[in-house]
């Protein structure tokens, strides 16, 4: 691997005894290093093209958008690769695709939301970035995944997974197959919801969880990053992938599912934070479904993780045997959790919507 990672640098005008290379990141799909030079540091990735199979497409995405940014918005700061000795930004090694993005000086991830401050910045980032695209015509991106979101298809491949596990696997995730199915109904909502023409697809991120946005020393978010899944979409893709991931104090790692809890002044921050962006984009239908938009993502997550596990594992790393199976029960908990407090939010946000300004 070593010797690859310096051929790929090499494209870029790095000599081998000029730079150190370790390992960093915790997505759980692309392979991250983090490369320092003198003072310098960047981000070298190797895309996963199991998960993202034409990684030219997420190329040719990233730098769409990045160009209507620096036309229209000079000011917003937008992480672009950079630019390989070909001029490209993507370079190709033995069937392997990396590129090549600049350390931001200073800048910080959170792995965990420990904060109401740090979940309405990155709420905030993630409905500016959406809103700033508004003009930029989403159709006109690849979908780097088909169907990312698309719970009908994510149901149909848990109920295709149930069906052709093996009986251990199976057997093992017998009742949480069973408790999971209490929410088939999501899937029916959701449905009717893409058919509402109050539903418009917009730039969509896809993947707002927290180690997504860097911060500086202040905590003020600078960018959002990890742009791979950016694709047109519905908002309540974002919004309920901050409600995921933001909400509990325990991540989806936890495997104590006591520990799984859902804290109301993060989704007061997280609504404020988007809304603040976002409140006069969104249609009525939009708004209203605002609470469900959590209730979806993590439904679906639950199901990915299921289906993942009955499928034996070959989606996300699996760190030990049972990996995504706890990973299932840990968003289901979330899951019951999160649908407990449903008269409660839906009353938060509209208390919230009739604030005219409530900075
Ligand atoms: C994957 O690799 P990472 O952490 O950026 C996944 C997301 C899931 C997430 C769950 C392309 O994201 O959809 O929400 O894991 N990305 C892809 O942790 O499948
Ligand atoms: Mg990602």
């Known amino acids: 691997m070593e010797d690859l990672l310096k051929q790929v640098l090499e494209n870029f005008a790095f ?8 390992k960093t990141g915790t997505g759980l799909i692309n392979y991250t290093y983090l490369v320092s030079s003198g003072n310098r540091k960047y981000i070298l990735q190797e895309i996963n093209t199991s998960v993202f199979k034409s990684p030219g497409i997420i190329d040719d995405n990233i730098s769409a958008i990045g160009n209507y940014l620096h036309q229209h918005f000079p000011g917003y700061y937008f992480t672009m690769p950079i630019k390989a000795l070909n001029g490209k930004t993507l370079v190709e090694s033995g069937n392997q695709y990396f590129r090549l993005f600049e350390f931001v000086k200073d800048s910080k991830t959170f ?3 420990n904060s109401t401050d740090i979940a309405y910045e990155a709420a905030k980032a993630f409905g500016r970035f959406t ?4 003009g930029f015509n989403a159709n006109q991106l690849h979908q780097t ?11 149909e491949q848990f109920e295709t997974a149930v069906d052709s596990a093996t009986t251990e696997r199976f057997e093992r995730a017998q009742k949480l197959i069973e408790e999971i199915s209490a929410y088939t109904w999501i899937t029916t909502h959701f449905k009717q919801m893409i058919h509402d023409r109050g539903f418009r697809k917009r730039v969509t991120h896809h993947d707002t969880k927290i180690s997504n946005v860097l911060f500086d020393p202040q905590n003020k978010s600078i960018c959002v990053i990890d742009l791979d899944t950016i694709m047109p979409g519905y908002f309540f893709s974002d919004v309920g992938d901050m409600m995921r991931t933001y909400l509990s104090p325990a991540g989806e790692e936890e495997k104590d599912l006591s520990l799984v809890q859902i804290r109301d002044t993060y989704f007061e921050a997280i609504a404020e934070g988007y809304l603040i962006e976002m409140q006069e984009e969104l249609s009525k239908e939009e708004l ?12 679906m997550q639950a199901l990915r993780f299921l289906t993942d596990f009955l499928n034996g594992d070959i989606y996300y790393t699996a760190k030990y045997p049972m990996h995504n199976f706890t990973r299932a029960a840990n968003q289901l908990q979330l899951l019951k959790c999160y649908s407990a407090k449903k008269e409660l939010y839906e009353n938060k946000i509209r208390v919230l919507l009739t604030k ?4």
Do not use: N
């Not at 809103?131 to 508004?134: G, N, S, V």
């Open 15 to 22: 000599s081998s005894d000029h730079y150190t290379i370790e």
């Open 111 to 113: 792995s965990i939301v």
């Open 131 to 134: 809103k700033l695209l508004k």
């Open 145 to 155: 995944i088909p169907h990312f979101h698309d719970l009908i298809l994510r149901q």
């Open 288 to 299: 209203d479904a605002f609470y469900f938009s959590g209730q979806f993502m993590i439904y």
């Open 356 to 359: 005219k300004h409530y900075t």
